[in-house]
């Protein structure tokens, strides 16, 4: 066994390395917000330039075989410590991440970073538009290059595996199509019995609400619910999302549409359940690879119960819906909270997946990881993908798109990223966010009184303890059993829906 004198220069050396990387990787980082929030079109090509230089540089960094030296010369070091110590996870993190970038070549990695460039600026131009031919040929290069980066990775039962591994590790499309099936098969007799009743009005939500006041209340929202705007801020953009820099830097961005005042609304929500996880992370793990949500399932999990379970709940609103009314007096002064609160649980066969209901929300996720799979296996032209997208939305929710802004072109991941491993985190988020919320409240009853009265410490608390702290020292899976005592399952989120949509329809 090493002793701690010859181990610690080691451990130091790895640290300062892995410090050194997450800053270039935090430098692209802000590069890109700035590339999706206030950077001129005519920047794109030198911005797709710039990201690819630091992707290079960061990952030839990593991969340097002096890495691996350390990693190897720390395994006994590792392996005498307890499993969740901080400094057997920073190694084991890291080792796992290492043995994963060694295997894709650094050009490859800058040739990929250039290309989602320039394939997301030619998305601005063509979603718009209605021009899918505009983007076509960006894609076919995408389908290559993922096909190429999964190829990496030989030894997969199935190509999508090593794509979906980057985002939810330990996950196989094979589970997940079995998953997304059992799903599948609870939801839609709940969507057919919901869609066959009269629909619920919402033209309470589809007045004129100005832009500044509806970012006004966002802020106010934001603050009340614990985001630490000394660590962040709020922006606009095409596509919600959240970024980190480093913990004490963790921003959102929003969208706003004058007529519909549930895009802001719950766009600040979403993120800020991300937000809050980053933000919760343990401080002294800033700038190593444990500064980070463990999986994109678990990161969703967090905006979806901030969104949904809280953010769409009759308790909430009973405390914010006179905020609301107060700042909107014009709109909402005559609305009643449950005619609110019916709006904004409205079900209904939709065309967008960020707008769509709780219930219906899945069906859209499960249409994109299975065009992703078809795709990848070559059993669909990318040239057919819209044809197919429509005829999925046919069969699957009864609506067809009229354009392809509204069908092929509405999601920005293929656009940005892979063909692959891309939307499943969605599903997994849905799923985790009732079994942990399921857990808060067996610990703490009390969370659902709280939320009534604008209290929501106590559940903010919970989640830091129980999941924000660790950041990616565990796994995915050893988080979720750590924490609700169980593997991932369906049934908490069918027990939610049932409940909670029976209530609303009667059902």
């Not at 894709?104 to 209605?130: C, G």
Request: net charge negative.
């Amino acid at each position: 066994m090493q002793t701690i004198e010859k181990t610690e220069p080691k451990l130091l050396e790895l640290k300062a390395r892995l410090a050194e990387i997450h800053d270039i990787e935090a430098a692209a980082s802000l590069l890109y917000w700035d590339q999706a929030t206030y950077m001129p079109p005519g920047g794109a090509a030198a911005r797709g330039r710039q990201l690819a230089t630091l992707q290079q540089i960061s990952h030839s960094k990593f991969t340097d075989p002096a890495v691996g030296e350390l990693l190897e010369d720390l395994r006994p070091y590792e392996e005498s410590l307890a499993y969740d110590s901080d400094e057997a996870s920073l190694i084991r993190v890291a080792r796992r991440n290492y043995e994963i970038a060694v295997r894709v070549p650094a050009k490859f990695m800058a040739q990929l970073s250039m290309h989602r460039t320039q394939t997301y600026e030619a998305w601005v131009v063509a979603r718009p538009t209605n021009s899918f031919a505009t983007v076509e040929p960006y894609l076919e290069k995408t389908l290559d290059l993922s096909r190429e980066l999964a190829n990496f990775f030989p030894g997969y039962e199935h190509i999508a595996d090593p794509l979906i591994d980057f985002a939810d590790y330990g996950m196989k499309a094979s589970f997940l199509r079995s998953l997304f099936a059992d799903l599948r098969n609870e939801l839609v007799p709940i969507v057919e019995a919901i869609t066959s009743q009269p629909p619920i009005n919402d033209s309470c939500l589809h007045q004129l609400y100005p832009e500044a006041q509806q970012l006004d209340f966002t802020l106010k929202i934001l603050e009340q619910l614990g985001y630490d705007f000394h660590r962040g801020r709020q922006d606009k953009t095409h596509h919600p999302f959240m970024t980190n820099f480093s913990i004490g830097d963790v921003r959102i961005t929003t969208r706003v549409y004058e007529n519909d005042l549930g895009q802001a609304l719950f766009s600040t929500i979403h993120e800020m359940g991300h937000a809050l996880y980053e933000q919760g992370i343990n401080l002294e793990y800033e700038g190593t690879p444990l500064a980070a949500g463990t999986s994109s399932g678990v990161h969703e999990s967090q905006s979806r119960l901030w969104e949904n379970l809280v953010g769409r709940s009759l308790g909430f609103w009973n405390y914010y819906y006179p905020q609301l009314q107060a700042a909107f007096p014009a709109q909402l002064g005559e609305i009643s909270l449950d005619t609110f609160y019916r709006a904004i649980n409205k079900v209904g066969r939709s065309l967008i997946r960020t707008d769509a209901d709780e219930v219906t929300y899945n069906l859209h996720v499960m249409i994109r990881f299975d065009l992703e799979l078809q795709m990848l296996e070559g059993s669909l032209d990318v040239k057919d993908l819209p044809e197919a997208w429509n005829e999925r939305y046919r069969s699957d929710l009864g609506i067809i798109p009229k354009t392809d802004t509204d069908g092929v072109l509405q999601d920005v991941h293929w656009y940005t990223g892979q063909i692959g491993g891309m939307f499943q985190g969605y599903t997994l988020g849905n799923l985790l966010s009732a079994q942990f919320f399921e857990a808060a409240i067996l610990d703490h009853p009390e969370i659902l009184i709280d939320i009534e009265q604008g209290q929501c410490i106590t559940l903010h608390n919970w989640l830091k303890d129980k999941i924000y702290q660790h950041g990616c020292k565990y796994t995915a899976t050893e988080l979720i059993r750590g924490v609700t005592g169980a593997s991932l399952r369906i049934e908490p989120f069918i027990r939610y829906i049932r409940r909670k949509y029976g209530q609303l329809y009667t059902l």
